[in-house]
């Protein structure tokens, strides 16, 4: 045991000695930069990204940029940070504040061209070398925009060195992109484009497609430009191909995205309208109550559990079932469960209470939109390559959508409450004989249908404005999935919504957002012509009456 202690002492106190000696050779080559010898300079320079020590980027980069000073009393390199009308030196090698300084006091370092061009190179070594992947990546995006020459041997290098496959293929497009603009032969050339046509990147395509205009505009071509631009424009064939293919792939994803939002805001209109036959145009205020639960959530954490914001969305989804679940009992309670059999007195009744409610929460919230922020494990995107990125909130939404469709499925096929209201659902008076509490079977599922609308809500308040009028959005589209779909059918819900979201996100590039949703009304109501009870006919109450 001792043995062990003592070994990691040591190593801590070698840990320590490498950090103060890369920290002394910092210093020792800054000072070089104070001599008057531009070729002393050039040798400080060199001498400080040699030293090892990470503060050598940042030092370099003052550097290049020109504000980098020497003070007169005692040489110590500074650069400047204004604060008002004062200028605050810190050093430049340590970073720490000195304090308040005139100019007077100090004296700039100069560089020439050579050196820029130096710190330029070193830069880019030094940060294509780095020990963040992140940084690695943007230096080598930075070369793929900018290509300079120079960067050629120092980003072969450090492709050589790479480890990390996602960085070193940035690199590799880097690369390609630099030896297509520089290649000293028509054979690199050529190479590039063929790793250049692997690249399904918006990038790549505009890059080429400016070499391609540039070699078109040429007044006489020669043989090899030519045949350049053959090439080019095979490989720009090649990349619109690939991206045209990650734009397929991208369109299923935002339908299904689409329909998984319309799996959310319709699937408890499925539950009410099926089983109770109730029009509830007050659907969508359930779906707006959950959001402006998520927002109440968030901002009590905000107030009194500032840690407790990430998960916030968590503790919102039960909240959310819980607040809109007793929203819709109250209401089937004291409207809805005196207008059976009346639809269109349900459907009046219930328009009016959306109003109400609308202008129930702009009293209380007021009309403007509400924040509610994402959580940092659903911000970003998965980045598959470069013309394809997911986004974490709408993959969450598809999974969300996903495990409510299977909680629902649960409750309706494993528990005492689903079988009754199935009972219900297919005769109403045979289940009532039975010993069932029909009334109190319709409450629980319009509490049901209502509690799913609000969780509906906390997937809606990440991707959507939360206002009173939320609801209104997404009350005329559940209708259509529900109708087209199958009422009262959770698979015919499903495969209506993914149908809908998908076919949508397949007309928008052609026709635009409102001509394509006019459309999709246009098909369902022809649809309906022929199919009255939509994709899955249910059998019941619903149907009968």
């Known amino acids: ?88 030196a810190s050093d430049a090698v340590t970073g720490e504040e000195i304090g308040p300084i005139e100019r007077t006091e100090i004296s700039k370092i100069r560089i020439n061209n050579r050196m820029r061009g130096l710190i330029k190179d070193l830069l880019g070594r030094l940060t294509l070398l780095n ?92 043989s090899e430009n030519q045949a350049l631009a053959a090439k080019v424009r095979q490989a720009l064939d090649k990349v619109e191909e690939r991206l045209a293919m990650l734009g397929l792939v991208e369109n299923v994803f935002q339908g299904i995205s689409l329909g998984s939002v319309l799996l959310l805001a319709a699937i408890g209109l499925a539950i009410t309208f099926g089983v109770m036959g109730v029009i509830n145009m007050a659907h969508g205020e359930m779906v707006m109550i959950g959001a402006y639960t998520t927002y109440m959530v968030q901002e009590l954490c905000r107030n009194f559990a500032p840690d407790m914001l ?70 970003g995107a998965w980045e598959i390559t470069g013309g394809l990125a997911l986004t974490y909130n709408r993959i969450a939404i598809i999974l969300f959508a996903a495990a409510v469709l299977l909680m629902l499925m649960l409750v309706l096929r494993k528990t005492a409450f689903g079988l009754e209201m199935r009972a219900v659902t297919q005769n109403r008076k045979m289940a009532s004989s039975m010993g069932i509490r029909t009334g109190w079977v319709d409450a629980m599922t319009f509490g049901l249908g209502s509690g799913v609308a609000g969780m509906a809500g906390v997937a809606l308040s990440q991707i959507d404005n939360v206002s009173p009028n939320l609801g209104q959005s997404y009350i005329v589209d559940s209708f259509m999935v529900v109708v087209f779909g199958g009422v009262g059918n959770l698979w015919g819900t499903l495969v209506g919504a993914l149908s809908l979201g998908i076919t949508n996100k397949f007309l928008e590039p052609y026709t635009g957002a409102v001509l394509a949703k006019i459309c999709i009304l246009i098909f369902i109501i022809l649809f309906i012509q022929k199919r009255p009870r939509g994709l899955f006919a249910l059998k019941g109450r619903a149907v009968e009456n």
Request: charged letters at 20%; proline letters at 4%.
């Open 1 to 88: 045991m001792r043995i062990i202690l003592k070994t990691i002492i040591a190593a801590f106190f070698c840990l320590l000695a490498g950090q103060a000696t890369a920290q002394a050779d910092l210093a020792d080559a800054a000072k070089g930069l104070l001599s008057k010898s531009y070729s002393d300079k050039i040798q400080a320079t060199e001498a400080i990204a040699a030293s090892g020590d990470k503060r050598s980027v940042r030092l370099l980069e003052i550097l290049l940029s020109g504000d980098l000073y020497a003070l007169e009393a005692d040489d110590r390199l500074v650069f400047l940070v204004k604060d008002g009308d004062r200028q605050i």
């Open 131 to 222: 020990e963040d992947p992140a940084l690695r990546i943007n230096a080598a995006n930075a070369i793929f925009k900018s290509r300079p020459a120079e960067m050629v041997a120092p980003l072969t290098e450090a492709l050589a060195m790479e480890t990390d496959e996602k960085v070193a293929a940035v690199m590799r497009r880097a690369l390609a992109a630099l030896n297509f603009a520089h290649g000293e032969t028509p054979d690199v050339q050529a190479d590039a484009l063929v790793i250049l046509g692997e690249q399904p990147d918006p990038e790549v395509r505009s890059m080429l497609s400016a070499e391609l205009n540039r070699l078109a505009a040429a007044e006489n071509p020669s």
């Open 310 to 379: 990430t998960y916030s969305l968590i503790a919102a989804v039960p909240l959310a079932f819980i607040v809109a679940g007793l929203a819709g009992m109250a209401i089937e309670r004291s409207v809805i469960r005196f207008l059976y059999g009346r639809p269109l007195e349900t459907l009046l009744a219930t328009w009016g209470i959306s109003l109400i409610l609308q202008q129930f929460v702009r009293t209380v919230f007021g009309p403007t939109n509400k924040e509610v922020s994402s959580p940092d494990w659903l911000s």
